[in-house]
Structure formats: C-alpha cells, structure tokens
C-alpha cells in the first residue's frame, strides 16, 4: 500500500527565515499532490495543488516542487511568520475525485 | 466566501447508540467526502459520494457506515451503533470538479464512552 513520510514530525525556525518541508511517497506518482495547513482543532485547509506534469507551483510566499522520479514533494515558505506555526500535510490524489490520502504532517513552530 | 459547515461542532454518545453527522457543502460542489482523524494521528478517508452514489469507500467505511444527501444541501455520515474506536474528528470535505481542492468543513469531535 502507499506510504506517505513527511520529513519530520516537528520543524523550529525563527521568523524571516524560509521553512522547507519534505513529503516522500512510495510506489507510483499520484496525479495530483496537494498541501494543507491545519490548526489544531481544525479542519485541513487548502494550500497549494500540483499536478504530476507540473514541476513547481508558487501562491504568494509559498512555493511547492513535485520531483516524481525522486517521488518527492518540497514545501517551501518563505519569509516565514509566526502566524505560519501550523501541522502541515502533504496529501496524494491518484485520479480526479478520488480519496486523499494524507500524511501525518509536520508541526511547524516560527519563534520571533 | 463560502464555507462548509458541520454540526454539531462536538457530539458525545454511549456506545451502541447511533448518531448522525451533518455537513452542509458548499452549494455549487458536486463531490462530497468524509474523512476521519483520531487524536494525534492522520487524516484518513471514509467515503466519497457522486450524483447521488458513493463513488468510493475505505476499509473503515463498513456496514456499520452509511451516507445520505437527503435534500439538496445536507450531507450525512451516520453511524449504527459506535464503538471506542469511533471517537474522532469527522470532517466533510467539498469540491466543486474533478481535479480540484477540497474545502473541508470545521469538523465534528465525536466522543464514544
């Protein structure tokens, strides 16, 4: 079965520098490769989408890369905020509509 | 900006007893999904519904399982009888096409004692 690894389960950097987050799958490429941030007690909410034929995506501060011959996914904020302190989780979609399958995400904490 | 929105926001249950979930999607989507976390681990999907049929269900998503669009808004997930293990995070989650984000509602804390 698919297994999804986000680089590390907790990430501390101080603000203004940029957050890189790392999501690593195994066997086949998903079609598309999502990003959420959730806060705890919340609901996930969308970040960025990238596509299995696209290289990067950027909105804003944030910037994804999806390398499918490493079969990896980077998350990058820049400029970071302590308002960007959130879980982070990587999801992959194998076809249009079907389930997301998410990672158990990574903790990031900005300090000022 | 629309949202998805669930109640109730927290349910607590005695074992056996059944309960209900309700979400309402945003009102031009067109898939509708459940997915669960338990405390302190992933997101895991349950169900995914489509003109008016599940489209695709997980290994959790058994008979004890069943979903419902009974009018044109509401989208229900309920539950038979729960168990222990029931206790989770429900969250409904919409989209308006294929190959698109989902926006996932606040979610409902569902306590099983």
């Known amino acids: 079965s698919q297994k999804i690894e986000q680089n590390s389960e907790a990430l501390n950097i101080q603000e203004g520098k940029t957050a890189t987050l790392t999501c690593n799958y195994t066997?086949?490429?998903?079609?598309?490769l999502q990003w959420y941030r959730q806060d705890p007690g919340r609901g996930p909410v969308f970040l960025l989408l990238?596509?299995?034929?696209?290289k990067e995506k950027r909105k804003e501060r944030l910037k994804v890369t999806f390398d499918t011959t490493l079969k990896q996914s980077l998350f990058h904020i820049t400029a970071s905020q302590p308002a960007d302190s959130a879980t982070y989780l990587c999801?992959?979609?194998?076809?249009?509509?079907?389930?997301?399958?998410f990672g158990k995400g990574t903790t990031l904490s900005v300090s000022s | 900006e629309p949202e998805v929105t669930q109640t109730p926001s927290h349910q607590v249950t005695q074992m056996g007893q059944e309960v209900i979930l309700r979400c309402v999607p945003i009102?031009?989507?067109?898939?509708f999904y459940w997915y669960r976390q338990i405390l302190g681990q992933k997101v895991e999907f349950l169900v995914s519904?489509?003109?008016?049929?599940?489209?695709?269900k997980s290994e959790i998503f058994d008979d004890q399982f069943s979903v419902e669009r009974p009018d044109g808004s509401n989208f229900t997930l309920k539950i038979r009888s729960t168990k222990l293990e029931d206790s989770a995070m429900y969250f409904c989650?919409?989209?308006?096409?294929?190959?698109?984000?989902?926006?996932f509602g606040p979610g409902t804390r569902l306590t099983v004692l």
């Open positions: 989650a919409s989209s308006e096409t294929l190959g698109t984000s989902g926006d």
């Open positions: 066997n086949y490429s998903p079609a598309y």
């Open positions: 519904f489509y003109n008016n049929e599940i489209s695709e």
């Open positions: 990238i596509r299995e034929n696209e």
């Open positions: 009102s031009n989507h067109l898939y």
């Open positions: 999801a992959l979609q194998y076809q249009a509509g079907t389930a997301l399958i």
